[in-house]
């Protein structure tokens, strides 16, 4: 019986292990992507007068909203095809 558990232990170690090397491989090809929300750190959004705070704040966010209706699909359809 104890070799049926390890055998299932075994098992299960082996999905993490791949799930974990899946992950590494989807988070390499989706660095570029998110790359664009980097602008809208607190770094780099100061200096401006209290009342355009939040319209450069949200002309940013607009901003990478569209690239990523634009770059996701196809980064999709890229994948899709080339893989």
């Known amino acids: 019986m104890p070799s049926g558990i390890l055998a299932v232990l075994d098992d299960i170690v082996m999905l993490l292990d791949d799930a ?5 491989i989807a988070a390499q090809k989706t660095a570029g992507l998110l790359g664009d929300d980097l602008a809208a750190n607190a770094e780099k959004a100061i200096g401006f007068h209290a009342s355009r705070e939040l319209p450069v704040i949200w002309a940013i966010t607009k ?9 996701l699909p196809a980064a999709l359809l890229l994948s ?4």
Not at 80 to 83: H, V
């Open 63 to 71: 901003g990478s909203l569209i690239n990523k209706i634009i770059i």
């Open 20 to 24: 974990s090397a899946m992950s590494k």
């Open 80 to 83: 899709t095809y080339m893989d």
